[in-house]
């Protein structure tokens, strides 16, 4: 069956666009024009994935990601931004955002980014699939069973979607989950960007994007702790990788 956009623009020809080109693309879409109606629209017909543009009259689009995770929702959003400073991007990381795009954009990244999203909805399988990173060996320092997998004082329960470094538990985003899964089932081995582009947004957005790096340095000051080892390193011109050092 199609699945359902909810979009939510006030810019009246940006929101028509794309409504007609998400359209075309197989989804179906409820396009509406602020914050209070995609709130409105968002708990009568629950929808597989919401587009919120940042800056909208009334309730913008961060306050509607605030309140919807709030309630415990956690459908994936995409938020839609002319705000390109990093700051800005993070603030909607901590919103509770899935990924952002900024404008002007190209619909195809769009659409790309949709379908990574909705890739990740479905729960973890049992094992998460046991795979490992490049080499195959990913699993040599990390402890792996159905529901768990653990490594450099990170555990992970993959059923119920949480982790803790030793005692304290991380208040991750779904995007922010499922890099720091692929970083502990790898722990020791350097991923290199375009891995982590293909596995976790299943689109390699190139050497100019930022959307690695930002995700890495926001899931690092959730990690890091005074007096404690630093976990997620950077491999210049590489990668990352995850390591007590």
């Known amino acids: 069956m199609p699945q359902n956009v909810l979009l939510a623009e006030d810019d009246r020809a940006i929101r028509h666009a794309l409504e007609r080109a998400l359209t075309l693309e197989g989804y179906e879409v409820t396009a509406v024009a602020d914050g209070v109606e995609a709130l409105a629209q968002a708990h009568?017909?629950?929808?597989?994935?919401?587009?919120?543009?940042?800056?909208?009259?009334?309730?913008?689009?961060?306050?509607?990601?605030?309140?919807?995770?709030?309630?415990?929702?956690?459908?994936?959003?995409?938020?839609?931004?002319?705000?390109?400073?990093?700051?800005?991007?993070i603030a909607g990381l901590d919103a509770g955002a899935d990924d952002y795009v900024v404008k002007p954009f190209d619909v195809e990244e769009v659409f790309a980014r949709l379908r990574a999203l909705l890739r990740r909805t479905s729960p973890v399988p049992a094992g998460g699939g046991g795979t490992a990173g490049p080499g195959g060996d990913g699993g040599r320092e990390a402890q792996v069973s159905d529901r768990q997998v653990e490594a450099?004082?990170?555990?992970?329960?993959?059923?119920?979607?949480?982790?803790?470094?030793?005692?304290?538990?991380?208040?991750?985003?779904?995007?922010?989950?499922?890099?720091?899964?692929?970083?502990v089932r790898n722990a020791g081995i350097v991923l290199d960007h375009s891995t982590i582009y293909d596995r976790i947004w299943g689109y390699d957005f190139g050497p100019g994007s930022k959307n690695l790096a930002v995700y890495v340095g926001y899931l690092r000051r959730k990690l890091d702790e005074p007096g404690a080892p630093q976990l997620i390193h950077t491999v210049r011109g590489v990668?990352?990788?995850?390591?007590?050092?």
């Open 44 to 89: 009568r017909t629950p929808p597989d994935v919401l587009v919120l543009d940042v800056m909208m009259p009334g309730i913008d689009g961060l306050q509607v990601c605030r309140v919807l995770r709030a309630e415990g929702d956690r459908t994936p959003i995409l938020m839609l931004t002319a705000l390109v400073e990093t700051a800005d991007r």
């Open 152 to 183: 450099a004082g990170i555990r992970m329960d993959l059923q119920a979607r949480r982790a803790w470094r030793g005692r304290r538990e991380l208040e991750l985003t779904r995007t922010e989950f499922e890099l720091l899964e692929l970083l």
């Open 239 to 245: 990668g990352y990788v995850l390591r007590e050092d």
